[in-house]
Nanobody, 119 residues
Framework: QVQLVESGGGLVQPGGSLRLSCAAS????????MGWYRQAPGKQRELVAD???????NYADAVKGRFTISRDNAKNTVYLQMNSLKPEDTAVYLC?????????????WGQGTQVTVAS
């Protein structure tokens, strides 16, 4: 069984910073690409950033230069460092991971962590 557990969300003022963590666990699985998505009320879920197992990163235009995704493969953990936060960054942030078992790859989602940027 694969589980993704997010942490690090909270309330922060505009211009502030937060660091999200997502720890993946699952015996018998190899965790591949991981990413962060977000979904604001009334809006569609969107990709924030993702990172391959080799460390190749991809960012949404809205967060480039402000957010940094990284991972610790030894810990099966992906991070999202969020700086210069804006109110429009407010959303539930969800972790997504690719878990491989044999020749099959499965996508798993965490429950999400709330990020609120407000004065």
């Amino acid at each position: 069984q694969v589980q993704l557990v997010e942490s690090g969300g909270g309330l922060v003022q505009p211009g502030g910073s937060l660091r999200l963590s997502c720890a993946a666990s699952g015996n018998g699985f190899s965790i591949g690409a991981m990413g962060w998505y977000r979904q604001a009320p009334g809006k569609q879920r969107e990709l924030v950033a993702d990172i391959t197992s080799a460390g190749i990163t991809n960012y949404a235009d809205a967060v480039k230069g402000r957010f940094t995704i990284s991972r610790d493969n030894a810990k099966n953990t992906v991070y999202l460092q969020m700086n210069s936060l804006k109110p429009e960054d407010t959303a539930v942030y969800l972790c997504k991971g690719d878990a491989r078992r044999g020749f099959r790859t499965y996508n798993y989602w965490g429950q999400g962590t709330q990020v609120t940027v407000a004065s």
